[in-house]
């Protein structure tokens, strides 16, 4: 038996979703155009921590042909510079994964000052136009609730995911707990959905991709730590690689 939630079980998906005539793109893309009457599904990617991961992704889809959307915490576990440039010079969206309420004790003052500050930083990086919440699961805090008090769109975000996506249009498919939509397992990461489709592995989504069963819209929104072939060494030796190679250069220099 195939084993899932591999990166070669990922690259079926998505070649078996261009087969079937998606677009696949990032979500800025996705809410600057018109995709009325197109098959589109959204490449989101929370970089909830490894994000050495997330360049495998990022290379499986430059290789495609594709673009998508990775969002950042300001943690150190996701937070990695060399990193976020590795997948913004691939083509990606790089958008922030905050969590500045969670991070703040609910302090919706500090908590806003810290996004504002956070949003510049990333911003070091890719001109960020859209963010998505990072659902804190062990924080009392939901990091939705800033937005009672402010506007992202005075920072100059366009859109985020749990406020901005009909999902009563748009099927929203994520690999919480290495399983597809398995609301059990998560807090806050869920939407209203009308969408009744069960898979059990990605296999099974990948067949109901095939048959043509799915909607015209489609958010996918995984979480790269927990694909791998257990390659993962291999993309970290790059970056040790790199490092050495820098470092090499200015020795070199120095002679
Ligand atoms: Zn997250």
Known sequence: MKRDFTLQTYRDFLSCAIEQGYKLTTF?????????????????????????????TARIQYQLGVRGSYYFR?????????????????????????????????????????FEKNLEMFRGYYPVKTICMHGSPLSK?????IWEDYNY????????????????????????????????????DKVDSPFKFKFSSTFDLI????????PDHIMQNIHPQ???????????????QNMKNQVKRIIVKLR
């Open 153 to 188: 769109r005075d920072y100059g975000i366009i859109a985020e995911p749990y406020f901005d996506v009909d999902f009563s249009k748009v099927l929203y498919i994520t690999d919480t707990g290495r399983q597809w939509n398995r609301t059990s397992s998560s807090v806050r």
């Open 207 to 214: 067949g109901a991709l095939r048959n043509n069963e799915l």
């Open 28 to 56: 800025e893309d996705y809410v600057t155009n018109d995709y009325s009457g197109k098959k589109v599904m959204i490449l989101r990617h929370d970089v909830d921590r490894l994000p050495g991961n997330s360049l495998d």
């Open 141 to 145: 805090w939901d990091n939705r609730l």
């Open 74 to 114: 300001v943690v150190p576990e996701s937070y990695h510079p060399l990193m976020i440039e590795k997948i913004r010079d691939l083509g990606h969206e790089i958008g922030y994964h905050y969590e500045d309420m969670a991070l703040n004790n609910g302090d919706k003052v500090k908590a806003i000052r810290a």
């Open 226 to 240: 927990r694909w791998n072939d257990g390659l993962a060494g291999w993309s970290q030796e790059l970056v040790v």
